[in-house]
T-cell receptor, first 112, second 114 residues
Framework: KQEVTQIPAALSVPEGENLVLNCSFT??????LQWFRQDPGKGLTSLLL?????REQTSGRLNASLDKSSGRSTLYIAASQPGDSATYLC???????????FGSGTQLTVLP | DTGVSQNPRHKITKRGQNVTFRCDPI?????LYWYRQTLGQGPEFLTY????????KSRLLSDRFSAERPKGSFSTLEIQRTEQGDSAMYLC????????????FGPGTRLTVL
């Protein structure tokens, strides 16, 4: 059974810092890995999807990497802003339905 | 708006009552998923439809839960005889396959059982 872990559970940084969020998964036979953002009380917004054949994916100030062999992914946020404050979740599809298995998320606070 | 919509956004009910939630997926997407999220946790898979067929159900989906997707369009999730442990955010996602391979989530329905 696939398990996804995210460390740290919470992170607080001053505005302008670069930061890294970590995600690990137990079964390396994945199709892809997805990073989501969730604002309090809201649904999930897809940030980046990395296919299993890719090592990196970039969107603006966000860069996600994937190392299947070690079962790890990182989300790098450059020049953080208060508007980046949210919970960041990683997820991998598994099972015949390709349902997503999520980590518990990292709650990020960027202080002005 | 062509995204996934869910109604109602919030529902407060008393223990023992029945509740029903609705999800309208992106129109051309044939796959639809329901997830449940409790505070401080990531979403957990409940059930999956391909068109109108319910093809997968999680062990989390007890006998009090039922989901439908008539005509392969919108979906409903009903919880009978609600319990306080059912309090959670219920999220719907639709998936259209390649090239995006992305599940698109709705805003969720927040259920509070008193």
């Amino acid at each position: 059974k696939q398990e996804v872990t995210q460390i740290p559970a919470a992170l607080s940084v001053p505005e302008g810092e670069n930061l890294v969020l970590n995600c690990s998964f137990t079964d390396s036979a994945i199709y892809n890995l997805q990073w989501f953002r969730q604002d309090p009380g809201k649904g999930l917004t897809s940030l980046l999807l990395i296919q299993s054949s890719q090592r990196e994916q970039t969107s603006g100030r966000l860069n996600a990497s994937l190392d299947k062999s070690s079962g790890r992914s990182t989300l790098y946020i450059a020049a953080s802003q208060p508007g980046d404050s949210a919970t960041y979740l990683c997820a991998v599809p598994s099972g015949s339905a390709r349902q997503l298995t999520f980590g518990s998320g990292t709650q990020l606070t960027v202080l002005p | 708006d062509t995204g996934v919509s869910q109604n109602p956004r919030h529902k407060i009910t008393k223990r023992g009552q029945n509740v029903t939630f609705r999800c309208d997926p992106i129109s051309e997407h044939n796959r639809l998923y329901w997830y449940r999220q409790t505070l401080g946790q990531g979403p957990e898979f409940l059930t999956y439809f391909q068109n109108e067929a319910q093809l997968e159900k999680s062990r989390l989906l007890s006998d009090r839960f039922s989901a439908e997707r008539p005509k392969g369009s919108f979906s409903t999730l009903e919880i009978q005889r609600t319990e306080q442990g059912d309090s959670a955010m219920y999220l719907c996602a639709s998936f259209g396959g390649a090239p995006t391979d992305t599940q698109y989530f709705g805003p969720g329905t927040r259920l509070t059982v008193l």
